[in-house]
């Protein structure tokens, strides 16, 4: 069974740090001129690709779990640079990670076209969710 987990989440952001800059409340990175979270954003947005890109059937669910757990834990350094910014998108974030959690521990147990389906839709949901919350931050930097 052949499953390609590709969505048109792709998004482009042309910033070049001269342009807007985030609330005061956000820290700056060092000698970039931007905020932390701008950064951390960049990661976040090439985590997800990787995310969107990792081929069950070869990978096997592990694949999606280190992806899963680099996700979250860019998300937490973006929700600690943000200060609270943002907080709707990274919940939304958040939930969606729950999500695919659940979808993965279910395939984990029994992968078959059901459970696949199910990780494939969550991992849309999650790549949506960042997209958006990327998409928001990217247009504060």
């Given at each position: 069974m052949a499953v390609a987990f590709l969505a048109a989440c792709s998004s482009s952001t042309t910033g070049n740090g001269a342009g807007a800059s985030a609330s005061g409340s956000v820290k700056s990175?060092?000698?970039?001129?931007?905020?932390?979270?701008?950064?951390?954003?960049?990661?976040?947005?090439?985590?997800?690709?990787?995310l969107k890109n990792v081929n069950v059937k070869e990978n096997g669910t592990s694949a999606v779990s280190a992806q899963l757990t680099k996700v979250k834990q860019e998300l937490q350094t973006l929700r600690t640079d943000a200060h609270g910014q943002y907080a709707t998108q990274v919940d939304a974030l958040s939930t969606a990670l729950s999500g695919l959690s659940t979808s993965l521990s279910a395939?984990?147990?029994h992968l078959n076209s059901t459970t696949v389906t199910a990780l494939a839709s969550s991992i849309a949901s999650v790549a949506a969710a960042g997209t958006n919350l990327v998409t928001t931050v990217s247009n504060t930097c």
């Open positions: 990175a060092s000698g970039s001129g931007q905020p932390a979270v701008c950064k951390t954003a960049n990661d976040l947005k090439a985590s997800l690709q990787d395939a984990g147990s």
